[in-house]
């Protein structure tokens, strides 16, 4: 099966930065597209930003300037830079791949989600 293990978070203060990663590993063939998801206590799981495959992008409008999503295709890896951090990006951030097993079946991907990882702002 495939696994995805969530890394780098921490307490940090208001405007400080700091970088998370996800590390998939198992049956791979080939990975799709890769996202990172936060939930903050007492709120719904939404999504933070997406890369695709070929490389594009998306952030939502409220890290927009201040968080950068990038992969390591060759790793399986993907981060997350977070930049000037608020006390309102506290939350559990979680990893989501879309990932194919095997060459046989390369038109389906099959969901996964990692553990999650805290991150904390505060003063």
């Known amino acids: 099966q495939v696994q995805l293990v969530e890394s780098g978070g921490d307490l940090v203060q208001p405007g400080e930065s700091l970088t998370i990663s996800c590390a998939a590993s198992g049956t791979i063939f080939s990975i799709n597209d890769m996202g990172w998801y936060r939930q903050a206590p007492g709120k719904q799981r939404d999504l933070v930003a997406y890369?695709?495959?070929?490389?594009?992008?998306y952030l939502v409008d409220s890290v927009k300037g201040r968080f950068s999503i990038t992969r390591d295709y060759h790793k399986n890896m993907m981060f997350l830079q977070m930049n000037s951090l608020k006390p309102e990006d506290t939350a559990v951030y979680y990893c989501k791949a879309e990932v194919v097993l095997d060459e046989s079946t390369w038109w389906r991907a099959e969901t996964y989600w990692g553990q999650g990882t805290q991150v904390t702002v505060s003063s």
């Open positions: 890369i695709t495959s070929g490389g594009d992008t």
